[in-house]
């Protein structure tokens, strides 16, 4: 089969290579999907370019990367039912801890990682619904219901802050959002009550106007070392924070006293490891939105299998409008 990897780490144009290599055999509670899709996110490019700190080279002799996808079963393994062959799935953590993900034309993998889409769901969108859906779905949803709360959700514009405000307003929850300026008209159509511009001075104050001093249940956080002071005077006593990255600022220095008097919970979300159980609430959560017609991911650009040098620079570049996907087939 065809197939894209690297075996050191570097720029994608230097690394990444076409390679062929045995189609994969589903073993004992596994599947094989022929993929259609292949989903490139920001923990892909970081993990090809050796960007995580105290490792020097691939855990594997070659990685096939990515942990998206979506495609249809050809094949199942010993205790997994012969009707799957033939259901349209989407794929979650595809080369999460192991060497083959998605950027194939195959991938095997556990059964339960191949998650049936629903009839009206296009391949492009199950193949967005991996790392940033079920991030944003959990980040939104991770408490329980929100009908009647208000949520902060920062970087509105990112990809999987504009699921989670999607997701958010059709939850129930009045929906404030921080954003670049560039970016206000698309998170207002994505479902917005409020949008504030992140580098605003005064953002403080105009959250707290918004929520007229009562502070928001729940805030969605892209850059938490950043935002980690402002969080802590616009959060309400008992609520959360769902955190799932700082980039910026992996070493925050923040007043613990404002969390602590607050009782503010911190969650740290990587979705990696997300236990099963709730992981299948947020699926069911992504669907259900998807079916009521509430949630629709957006796809920034699609690019050939070959072409996967420029959509990791794609994904490097940033002010992605959504996804970057492979079309691993033409199907």
Not at 226 to 232: F, Q, V
Not at 296 to 321: W, Y
Request: glycine share 12%; net charge negative.
């Amino acid at each position: 089969m065809k197939a894209i990897g690297y075996s050191v780490f570097g720029t994608a144009k230097d690394v990444l290579k076409s390679i062929n290599i045995p189609i994969p055999t589903p073993t004992s509670g596994q599947v094989l999907v022929r993929l259609i899709r292949s989903g490139v996110n920001p923990s892909d490019v970081k993990a090809r370019a050796g960007a995580r700190p105290g490792i020097t080279k691939p855990a594997f002799e070659t990685v096939i990367p990515h942990s998206d996808g979506s495609g249809i079963i050809e094949a199942v393994g010993d205790g997994i039912d012969p009707h799957r062959v033939g259901e349209r799935v989407w794929v979650w953590n595809g080369q999460w801890q192991r060497a083959y993900g998605t950027a194939a034309d195959y991938i095997a993998l556990d059964a339960t990682q191949a998650v049936s889409m629903p009839d009206e769901m296009s391949f492009d969108t199950g193949a967005a619904l991996g790392i940033p859906g079920l991030t944003a779905a959990h980040c939104v949803f991770g408490s329980g219901d929100i009908t009647g709360q208000t949520l902060l959700i920062s970087g509105g514009a990112g990809t999987v802050a504009h699921n989670a405000v999607q997701l958010a307003k059709w939850g129930g929850a009045k929906v404030i959002v921080t954003a670049a300026p560039d970016g206000f008209d698309r998170v207002r159509a994505a479902g917005a009550d409020a949008v504030f511009d992140y580098a605003s001075p005064d953002l403080v104050a105009q959250i707290n106007e918004c929520t007229q001093g009562a502070g928001v249940d729940r805030a969605v956080e892209v850059e938490f070392g950043r935002n980690a002071d402002l969080l802590g005077q616009v959060v309400k006593t008992n609520g959360t924070i769902a955190a799932y990255g700082s980039a910026l600022d992996m070493s925050p220095n923040f007043s613990f006293g404002a969390y602590l008097f607050r009782a503010i919970t911190l969650d740290i979300v990587l979705i990696y490891c997300l236990p099963w159980e709730q992981r299948k609430i947020a699926i069911e959560r992504l669907h259900s939105a998807f079916l009521d017609g509430a949630l629709r991911p957006d796809i920034h650009a699609r690019f050939a299998l070959s072409d996967c040098q420029a959509a990791h620079a794609a994904v490097e570049a940033g002010k992605r409008t959504g996804a970057v996907l492979l079309q691993v087939d033409a199907g």
